[in-house]
């Protein structure tokens, strides 16, 4: 009885589809799909709480910090807390727009890992428009660095002031100099984000290589099976 059940399905499968072996995901799009995971995740928490901040006028710059080790590494963290909300304060309507971009991206982003674990032939299709719209996120974020934010890097510096003097009062030393904390300044609002924009352009590109290219289109569209090296 069971011999006739298997000789029924396989009669009743379309010519070629009983001896096909089932398709394999090769391990790039794996790879790119958990990297697309990862870095939805921080845009989507990142994104929310910039707009919680934005939304409820709460700061984060005094929240209670466990576990440091001296007082430089919270000058670092409140630094950076303190400088963000500072921006935010100068550019209310700009930091809002890219807030509520990153949150659209990051759920573009996790859409497109949810097809291609999935194997949701839109996968290939989502992807590429994740990596169209981070670059073009990424871009932005990246002018809006270079014309905006440092031309008030003078309005800065005296905000990150305040925040060494009070973490170095508390641990009982001087604060650094001025200079330091320029330098200070300049690497927790242009450097460390460029370079951070930089890496998530070629992450993109690396998207649109890969899903948009020949491996792409062989895998998704041909239905061949792509290297899975």
Not at 207 to 223: A, C, E, K, Q, S
Request: glycine share 10%.
């Amino acid at each position: 009885m069971s011999a006739n059940h298997g000789l029924g399905e396989g009669i009743n499968r379309p010519s070629g589809e009983a001896s096909r072996p089932p398709r394999r995901r090769p391990r790039w799009v794996t790879v790119l799909a958990v990297l697309m995971l990862l870095a939805g995740a921080r845009l989507f928490l990142g994104s929310l709480t910039d707009l919680r901040r934005l939304v409820t006028g709460r700061s984060m710059a005094e929240i209670p910090l466990e576990g440091l080790a001296d007082a430089d590494q919270e000058v670092l963290i409140r630094g950076q807390i303190a400088l963000d909300e500072a921006v935010d304060r100068a550019h209310p309507v700009a930091a809002r727009v890219q807030a509520a971009a990153r949150l659209a991206l990051a759920l573009v982003l996790f859409f497109a890992v949810a097809a291609v674990f999935s194997d949701d032939p839109r996968a290939r299709r989502a992807s590429v428009l994740a990596a169209w719209a981070g670059m073009a996120l990424h871009l932005g974020s990246g002018v809006f660095l270079l014309t905006v934010v440092r031309g008030g890097m003078a309005d800065v510096v005296p905000v990150l002031q305040q925040v060494a003097a009070k973490a170095h009062a508390r641990a009982g030393d001087a604060p650094p100099a001025s200079a330091d904390l320029a330098q200070l300044a300049s690497t927790l609002t242009i450097q460390v984000p460029l370079l951070s924009t930089a890496l998530g352009v070629l992450f993109c590109v690396l998207l649109l290589v890969t899903f948009g290219g020949r491996r792409g289109r062989l895998f998704y569209n041909d239905g061949v099976k792509a290297d899975h090296g």
